[in-house]
């Protein structure tokens, strides 16, 4: 019988032997997995009625893989949950101003309100709109910083004020050393397609907006959760993947792997092997770059740097704050000294995860260049996120509970060149290991679902290979 091993079990270990039990039921199949439980980088807290994300917070729902996983391994349809909309803000010089309606992205569709915020300067408006008239940017390197391309289409200060806020955040990276290739490359295409970014999204938008009169559902949000949270998803698969035979071992760390002509040996700490015909590795890369040390197509992951984030969470009595904004939360513009990027007021976003009469809100600390997340401790991190969120609404007594979730070197950090040296790195992998793939996070995209979408390509790359 055929025996994969899969080494890591985040969401894209989980969902590769989930693709391999689909198609080929008859393989045996083992996860390792260094701690105690399933999901990686997903945990949700359940306390006093209350659903609370640690990490990843929700999933963009257009990326369907991830509904149709949950679907199949029994989640219903009745507890896949969309997000409610609502205002949303940026935090810029040292004041909450409102997005403008119509920007995606951070990018203006609707000119008349983009012309009327008061969050950009007229003349910073004024050289946004030279985006409909300039000639789409040359990237002779096949790729650009996303600042790079947003500073020469719309100008600085809508990239400082606006789209940095809502971008940078995503990969917790510098906005001028982000790759557009590797995150956000339909917005090259759309420039090249339309000739102005503006034009290009205001074209999605319409997109959109037809979509929306079809179906009802999506007006509400464009992400999704589930109503006991995203660990929910974790359970169901685990219990998916017990039913169908696959092994799960648990505070079982892989030291290392050992090539053969026919597979690969996964070694233990304590010194033991077991031989399997084929290997997904699907760890952050700081683990798997040192068991292909010898390999220089590999030094690329010694250079890949991540950053340390944290989740701080507040859990009030109503009667306890007071926010006077209306909203689903904010991001942080860089002309504003806080040490938190952004803040979602969790209660308005996701009612179904707080109890009646309670508010919810999550903060985030951790951006490139501050060591904040792995030098303070929980207690000074609830103290600094506090101080920042005072600036913005009021707490008239003290939380019910807080919770920290630090999540040291978490966020890879796809710098101009990624996509490249990771197409070259697949390539070699795919022409030299024929029964290895590596795949996850550090890869092509961060995204659940893309993790989901690469666990299936990885799936697919291996077994087509050893079968
Ligand atoms: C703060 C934060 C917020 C995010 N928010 C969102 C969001 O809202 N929406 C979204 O779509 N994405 C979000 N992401 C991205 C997303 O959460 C991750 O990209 C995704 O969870 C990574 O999954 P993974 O399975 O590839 O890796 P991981 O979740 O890191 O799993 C890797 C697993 O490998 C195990 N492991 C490590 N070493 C070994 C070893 N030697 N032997 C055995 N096992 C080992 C680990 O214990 C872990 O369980 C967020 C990420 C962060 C950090």
Known sequence: MTKIAIVGAGITGLTSAYFIKKQYPNVDVTIYEAKDVPGGKIKTAYRDGYVIELGPESYLGRKTIMT???KDIGIADEDIVTNQT?????????????IPGGAILGVPTDIK?????QLISMKGKLRAL?????????MPEGDMSVGHFFRERLGDELLENLIEPLLSGIYGTNIDE??????????KALEEEHGS????MQQVRKARLQKEDYNQSDAQGQFKQFRRGLYDFIVHL???LKKHDVTIRYNTKVEDLKSTQKGYHVVLADGSEQFFDGVIVATPHQVFRQWFKTDPVFDYFSKLEAS?????????????????????????ARTSNTDITACTWTSMKWPHTTPEGKVLIRAYIGKQGDNIVNEQTDENLVKIARRDLEQMMTFKGEPEFTIVNKMPFASPQYHVGHIDEIKRIQQHVYDNYQHLQITGAPFEAVGLPDCISQAHKAVENLMTRIL
């Open 178 to 187: 982000l790759s557009l290739m590797s995150t956000f490359p339909n917005f």
């Open 238 to 240: 685990e219990a998916w």
């Open 86 to 98: 609502g205002q949303s803000y940026i935090y810029a010089n040292d004041r909450l101003y409102p």
């Open 113 to 117: 309100p983009f012309m009327t915020t």
């Open 130 to 138: 030279k985006d409909l008239t300039l000639k789409p940017i040359d």
């Open 197 to 200: 970014i503006i034009k290009g």
């Open 308 to 332: 340390s984030v944290a989740t701080i969470v507040f859990a009030f009595d109503d009667k306890n704050i007071e926010n006077v904004h209306n909203g689903t939360g904010f991001v942080i």
């Open 68 to 70: 149709d996983v949950a």
